[in-house]
Structures are given as C-alpha cells and as structure tokens.
C-alpha cells in the first residue's frame, strides 16, 4: 500500500518531464501552434533563492511593477542572471486580456485564460521573487518605491512597506476611462481585469433571474433586460456579440417566458463603431448587428448613468434623452492610474496627459526608471527638433552642403533614430530618401544634387506629421516587454559595443537600437462563428474562416501550454454542451 | 458568408440530438458509467409552458423549495404531468456537494460540480417553473410560502412575494452548527456552498501570498501559514488530506521561501477522527495523517475563535490552550436553518431539535408537507406504541392469542411498517419473527406456540433498541427524493390500489410503502490518490484501488454528461499540468 499507484507515479512523470507533458498536449490539441514561451529547464537549481540572496549581494536591483503584457513579457524574456528581480504586483497571475469579453459569458472560463506569475518565472535561472501588494507611490530620487499589501494583513497594521531599486520597470498599466461622467463608477461594470469579466457574467443571469420574478410587470422586465454596451470599439463590439450569442444559443431555451423582452444596445459617440479598422469591416459589423436585433446608437454620448436609467446626448443636434436599463458594460478607452499621475507630477510631466518615455522606453527625465505598455507612450522625437545637428552629423566634410554620398552614409542611422522618416517614404511612394531630395531639389541627375541646412530642412519638413502613437493594446505591450528584456539582457555588452545608431546631438552611438513595433494584425469577433480580420497591407478578412483564424492565433498566443489547453478544452465544452448558465 | 460554417453546423447537430452527443462524451471519457438522469427528449414540446398556463388550471400546485441533492432529486424523477410544480431556491443551479472539498483545492472547478437547475428540468413533460429566491416564511393553515428575491433587486423594493400551494417539498437543507461558539461565524471558514469552497480557495492563496510580504517575523508567517481545521467527520478529514497535497504537490514549489512554516492541525472533540468508519479506517487515517505531519488533536473541544487565535480546551483535563493561525475551516455537522426553526414553533414541533416526519416523509402534524434531506428526521414509529394494535390485526379469530399462523400472515405488514424489527432479527441471528417467538417462548415446537399479548409484548421488547436516525448525507436526500417523486408520479393509482402496509390503527392499507433507505457505502479521501471505503457488509477497503473506486463512482453520480465531462477532464488536468495558484 505504500508503493506509488500508477497514477502517482505517471503523474510524476509527466509534470518532471516537461517534454512528454508538451508532447501529450499537441496531440491534445492537434498542433495549436508554438507559443511565446520559450521551454528552459522545467526545475530550477535547487535553493537558487538561498544563493541570490547570499551570494550575489552586489546583483542590480530591478524592480518591476506590474503582471500583465508587458512586466510578463519582460519578465519571460529576461535571461541574464547577473540582475535581482522583485516584481510587484496586486494580481498575483498572468491574465491574457484579449478573451475577456469571452469570459463574461462564459464561452472561456476565468481560470483559462491565467497563469500564476510565479509558475511562469520560476522555470528561470534568474533570481525572481513575487510580492503581492500595490504600488502607491514612486521615489525617483531615493530610487524606493512605497507598496501597499491588497489584502486585509491581519498583521497589526504593518501593511505598509518599500523597496530600493536600481532599475525600474513600470508596467501597471492603465484604469478604464469615464471621463468623469456622473454614475459610471457606481453603476457600470468595467471590463478590464478577470474579476470584472466574473461579475458581468454573475450580472448577466441575475438580471436574467430578476426579470423571471412574478411580482414584475412587463415594462419592468423589459428594463432589466436591457443591456447597454458603451463604446464601440474592439473590446465593446465583441461583448455585444458575445453577450447576443449567449442569449440566443443559450438562455433563450432557459428563460422562454421572458425571452421576447431581451434588448442589447451598443453606444457609440463617434459616427461609426469599430472605427480605427478599415471601412468594409465597419460596414459588414453595423450591418450584421441590426440584423440580430442589436440596436447601434451612433453618434450619442453618455452624460449620466443613474441606477435605472442611462443619459444620452446626441452629438449633432444636442438633443438628450435617457432609455431605462438593467446592466451597461463601459468600454470607452483607458486612463491613467493614480500612481501614474502622482508620478508625473514628482518628475514634472504635469503638462502631459500619459507617461512620455523616450525610444528606449526610458521615462523622460528619469534614468534608470522604464515604462511599457497602457501606462506609458512613446514621446517620438521630432526630425524638425534635431534638423541642425543631423545636417552637421551628415555633411562630414563640413562643405556646408550635402552631397547624395554623404546623405547615404547617414541615413540608416537617420531612419533607424526617426522612424517617422521610413514610414513618409513608403507612404509618398518613393523607394529611398534620394527621391525624396530629388523630389525637393527637381532634379534629374541624383550624382549632381547638393543641398544646403535650408533646402534639407524644407525637404524633410513633412516628415515628422507621420508620428503615430502606439495603440495601447497587449500586442505593443508585449513586445515593450520583450525588447526592453533583451535591452538588460546584454546591457554589458552593448555599453561596450553600442549597437543603436548615431548620437546627432552627442558623441558616439546609442547603446540600442530603439524600439519599434510590428504590427502583425487586428482582429474583431463579431459573434455567431465571424470574425473580421485587418492585417498588415490592409488585408481584410470578415467571416468564419477569419474566426477560425482567430481561433488558431489565440490559442497559440497563449502564455503556457497549460492555459492553451484549458483555453481549447472550453472551446470544445462550449461547441458541445453550450455555455453555463449557474449564478456562481 | 451567410451559410453555416462547418463548425455552427457541427455544433447545432450535436446539442439538438443528444445520442450523438452522448456517444462522444462517452469516448471522450472512456466510459465514464451511467448517470442518475435518464434521458428525456432534448427539446420540451416548443410552448410547453403558456399551455400549462392556461389549459391546466386545475393542476395541482406542488412548490418545491431547495434545489439540493433532495430537491433535484425529486425533480428529476417527477413524470406526472398533472402537477404544475413551482421551484423555488436561493441558487439557480444543482451543486454536486461530495466534491466541494476538491473544489476548495483546484483539484475540481467550481463551475465543473454545478448544472443549472432549469437545465435538469427543461428536459422533462412535467410544467415545473423556476424563480431564485430565499423562503422566509411557511404559512400552512393559509397554504402559503412567504418568499424574498435574494439580489439587491433595484425593483422598487418589490423583494417579497408569495407563493399558493397544494402540496409543499421542503428541502432547504441544514446550515453549518456553530454550537453558538464565540467567534465561528466571524472568523471561520465553512464548507457547505460553492461559493464556501471558492472562499477557501483565494483564502489558501491569500496566506501564501501573506506569508511572503518582506515586513514580516518568521513567526508571524508561522502564524499565517497555520491551516486550522475543526471537525474531523469525512469533511474535515478530506479538506485537511486535499489542503495537505495541494500545499506539497504544488504550493511548496511556488512558495520555496516559506514552505517550511506551513502546518495543519485538524481539530476532533471525540477521541478519534472518522469515528463513524470502522476502527481500521480510523486507525489508517490517523496514522497516515501523523506521518505526513498533520498535526491530529484529539479529545479537544474549540471554546472561542478569535481573529488571530483559536482557543481549545482538553475535553478530558479541562485545560484550555490557545494557538494562533491563519485560516480555521469549520465542519463540526450540521443546524437547523432559521426558517425551519419558525415553521416548526407553527406546527407546535417546539420540543425537536430538528423538523420530524413520518416514515413516508408527510411532516408530522402537517398534511401535504412533505420535508427530506438534511432539513428534517424521519421519526420512526415505534412497535411498542402500536402493540395492541398490532396484536389486534394479527389475531384474526378474535381468539386472545396469537398463532404462528396468525403471525406469519401478519409479519410481513409488520416488518414493512416497523422496519426496525428485520434489523433487530438480523442482528440476533434469527431468520424470521417465529425465531423470535420461539426465543421468547423457550418452546421447541413451532405449532404449538401461541401467545397472548404480554408475552407478545416481551417477545419485541427490544426490538425499538434498533433505531437510528439516518445519517445526514448526499445518498438519503436523493433515495428521498426519488422516492418521493414515484409517491407523486403514482398518487392517483396508489389512492385506489393501496400498495403500503395494512394500517394497525385504522382501516385499509396506507397507500405507499414507507421510504426504506438503501445504504451502499460511504468513502472518505485521505489524500495522496488514497481513499477508504465502507461499504455495505462491512466490507473495508483502504488504498489507491479504493480512490479508483471513488473516481469511477463520483464520475458516474455525476447529475449530467456535462459536469461528468468537466468532472473527469479537471481530474485529467490536474494529472497533467497539477493544481491552479492564481488569486481569483
């Protein structure tokens, strides 16, 4: 009886063997694809913890808030061991955000779709330890940053406490955005964190339960079974397609007495929903949505929520008018957190209304403090600011004009330093910044073009109106992470060998290159098996082979091979027995 | 674009033919054993409820309250359509209970264990309606239930209403006993919901993630990893068994830095744990638990919890002791619900410490209530009340005494209505009554026996010692509910056929058998894929076969193909990739 069971020790096997555990899962899920996780040693060298704390006392203190794209990514992607890692964080999990709104109705449970930070950074050689507890203010000067435990300690008040750091990661990311509206924080749930999905879900059946109470009449049904989406963006357009499936597949067998009285209405306050994808996808979303009885209200904001009723304000004509509801989901956009404003004001980025950092990631004004993702943007740095000293950089014989020759040395380094400057030429048709001076000059023969400081200002003068910001989505957070990962990662080596490209303003190189962002692709569910698809070179794909296409890429973005397979196991229950419907 | 895909179609086919989805599920988990549901037709005749509205008015109305393993039960063996049944209950869904202790672990799901109540019912021809509320009242003279929704309702504060009924089921269950200890209900944890197990969950979690904060003394991360357990009934003992594997199997790699200030103590009044198992079982559980360094503390009664401390006393010394922890789960048995406590000061049921019924689950002193589960006792009649009577029936020629003729003509009615009389036989080591009667005569001849009524009277002394209270368990409620769904399915018939036991103190027969309970063994989980089972006939068995046992029956008790699908497949996950730490 004191032998292991073959359970116990198949059991062991598989969870000490990280291959044949992955191998059992492709099979599992027939190839769903590789992940973002890259396998190292399932255990890490025992006591490790013991060892970093002793024997590397003189290891760089790195400290990184946050566990969602962006802390995650960096923290997956860091390798190099000569750091001391604390993360903080008031989640003590990995959340992979994009299926949210499918959590809210239960098509992917909750559980799926995390990972327990510490499961995923103890497969590391680097020393990593987790705190769960809050941000609630950052020393740039004294280098400290001041957390608060979430919970209720039950320790004699000792809840508060700080942590010295030589590096900082920043990635908190952002809160929902009400713009102030009176009523969105008491009555509107958000739709930002797993626990917010929870409670839509919960939210849902009980309105549904409440409508079935006998004591109602009709009009009062009809208001509880009201939903109001606000916001007509990805996240918004993909609950209410969620949110009608679930009713339609699933309660409207459940609940045949109030079936007819169920009303789902999208607000939007721009003229379209699903606006920063191209037209034909607008177009297809409005269409099949009033289709299904979706009721679109473009054109309208929100400028109260009481517990009843909710405002509108129509944009054009200025009418108000304001329409009874059981439940609205606000989706408007994000804002910036508290900790991130106090921030702001310490290092004087009073003026701004997110976080700048520079092309590296660097807060501006702040050495040695990063930030990544929804809490930060990108402060691009404009060609017009550095026009002088890139002209004096390039003209290296200093002849006061510059030849096509000298303009080829440089210009690596000056696409690579401003981006904005590739993107002008790829979108005016020319194929390298000769044309582009050839252009300005009207010149015919590219060997005979010399420009002055003034002619070179006028011709890339339209250059800098192609500076974007970086959408705040989990795809640009992601790759903050893993850029600024591999930035630490050799951090020695390229203070050696810079590898980034000209100081125009300075000596010598940057150390990196600066961060770009790849676009590989949007996509919008739209419910009923159809998924609009926008990839690069405004490939546009709407219908189910699209959704099938999402299925492929959610599944394989997983974080871990574990959550890919919860994540297509609820897939499967769902196709095969519907979603749940119990009020837990 | 507008045609099905492969996928909705594929999905449509399987949930509207439920054989095809059946044989999958039934590949997907290789046999995973035959259900308590029998499948009905998938769809209710389209409308099925507006016709019950109107056309059978004169239904009787049934209100059932509870929707537990006695109510569901009943549920799903109803079949007379000529009841129009109303069900009402706190929780939209049936929670498969025997599990929650998996579910306080991850090893189980939450959702995994719970199917919607108006799924169960939507399959059936009978007209059985839903509403989620609380009962708070019974009115029996006025035939009434006093009910009250139990969300914030946001309705104008319409919470109440009531509910007409022409025959009552309660099955409310019971609520966790305090025994009225200073400090339980604040500071304690139970284990009788879902929502309790998913408590206990993000509690376990919470003390982990405590116990790491850096402001910390060793000893009060000792304190916080400190797990408490009262009550060392099969819950206790399983909760403390799954805690045990969760912390080792999975917490203690996670949490490298405290694992070794984790401790557990179980918690038992009486002076062995199981003590409703056999002695070998108990024996196995505590020295399994002593090795594993559970700390077992017999003989101790908990006396006052406060926030921080739990304070004991040695039931045998006297003495009273305090130590400090971080999480107590209570399971010390079960009270009566306040509603139940009210309904019986109306039926003058004062003197009770639980609601009494007869042997065919009427309430005493109440026609057309019938109460089962936890909520109620069936208060078994005793011979001795009904001697004479019985006498009188059984002596057909008015002769004064008592053949063995007369005897055996009259013993089967008096075995069926006094079922206490086989198990005192049995127990003896007599075949039948005449056994019985011989003994009381010391004659050695069968034909010559007779008696008169004293020496009847001493002959069954005895046989009321017999008598015990069943046991409050998953496997009465459902026996009572299913028996008392056939009562209802039969009513009519059995009113002109009466198929029970002639009625000793009245004419004619009753027209049931009285509810008889069949016990087919019981399974206590000790942890470490080992588990005891007793089962009928006193046949024991302790060890890992034991646990493949328990899989296959939980897996096949399960009450549909999908939470057995979802059961099995987190027992499969578990396997693979172990147990979820994430805070939600």
């Known amino acids: ?127 990593i330890h ?46 929902a955005n009400t ?25 849902v059946i009980d309105c549904f339960e409440r409508a079935n109470l006998p004591t109602l009449s009709d009009e009062e049904r009809r208001r509880i079974l009201h939903f109001v ?30 079936k007819k009285l169920v009303k789902i209405t999208l607000l939007e306050a721009t003229d379209h929903i699903l606006n920063m994808f191209d037209k034909r996808i607008t177009a297809f979303a409005e269409e099949k949505f009033k289709r299904e009885g979706i009721d679109v209200k473009t054109g309208s904001a929100v400028v109260k929520v009481s517990d009843k009723e909710i405002s509108t304000k129509a944009i054009k004509s200025g009418e108000t008018s304001s329409m009874p509801y059981g439940m609205v989901v606000w989706s408007t956009g994000i804002g910036t957190r508290p900790l991130i404003m106090d921030f702001m004001q310490k290092i ?31 402060n691009q740095r404009k060609v017009m600011e550095d026009i002088a000293a890139i002209f004096k950089k390039a003209d290296k014989d200093e002849s006061g004009t510059l030849t096509v020759k000298e303009m080829q040395d440089a210009i690596d380094d000056v696409v690579e330093r401003y981006p904005q400057v590739e993107l002008y030429l790829k979108n005016n048709q020319m194929e390298s910044i000769v044309d582009l001076l050839m252009h300005a000059k009207g010149d015919k023969t590219m060997e005979s073009i010399e420009l002055n ?7 890339l003068s339209k250059v800098d109106s192609q500076m974007k910001n970086l959408p705040a989505t989990a795809q640009v957070a992601a790759q903050q992470g893993s850029y600024l990962a591999d930035c630490f990662n050799r951090m020695e080596e390229a203070e050696r060998n810079p590898e980034g490209p000209i100081r125009f303003r300075g000596e010598g190189r940057h150390r990196f290159r600066p961060f770009r962002y790849k676009h590989f692709g949007q996509f919008a569910p739209l419910g009923g098996e159809q998924t609009a698809a926008q990839l690069p070179g405004d490939w546009v794909s709407i ?36 979603r749940d419907s119990s009020g837990i």
Chains 1, 2 share one sequence.
């Open 1 to 127: 009886m004191r032998s292991f069971s073959f359970f116990e020790r198949a059991s062991r096997a598989f969870r000490d063997n990280p291959t044949a555990s992955k191998l059992l899962v492709v099979v599992a899920i027939s190839g769903g694809g590789g992940g973002l996780l890259a396998y190292s040693d399932s255990k890490p060298p025992e006591g490790l913890n013991a060892i970093a704390a002793s024997e590397y006392k003189n290891k760089k203190r790195v400290v990184v808030l946050g566990t969602g794209w962006a802390g995650t990514s960096f923290l997956k992607n860091l390798k190099n061991p000569s750091y001391d890692v604390q993360v903080i964080s008031p989640r003590n999990y990995f959340a992979f955000t994009p299926l949210l709104p499918s959590v809210t109705c239960g098509t992917v449970e909750a559980r799926s779709i995390v990972e327990p930070i510490r499961r995923i950074v103890k497969k590391k050689n680097v020393g």
């Open 130 to 175: 987790f705190t769960e507890a809050e941000c609630i203010s950052i020393d740039p000067v004294n280098k400290k940053v001041y957390c608060q435990f979430s919970q209720d300690t039950n320790s004699d008040g000792k809840k508060e406490f700080s942590v010295d750091y030589d590096y900082l990661v920043i990635g908190v990311g952002a809160r």
């Open 179 to 203: 713009f102030n509206i009176p009523g969105v924080v008491e009555n509107a749930h958000f739709l930002k964190e797993v626990e917010d999905a929870q409670r839509i879900r919960r939210s």
């Open 229 to 258: 989406i606000v916001g007509g963006g990805p996240t918004g357009v993909e609950f209410a397609a969620e949110l009608h499936d679930y009713v339609n597949e699933d309660l409207m067998n459940l609940y045949p007495d109030v």
């Open 348 to 378: 004087s980025q009073t003026n701004r209304r997110v976080l700048a950092t520079d092309e590296w990631l660097r807060v501006e004004g702040c050495d040695n403090i990063y930030a990544l993702g929804d809490c930060a943007t990108i």
């Open 453 to 459: 400081i003034e002619e070179f200002k006028s011709a």
């Open 543 to 578: 219908g189910h082979s699209s959704q099938w296409l999402w299925y492929s890429v959610y599944a394989s973005k997983q974080v871990s091979w574990r959550t890919r397979a919860l994540v297509v196991s609820d897939w499967m229950r769902r196709f095969v027995y519907g």
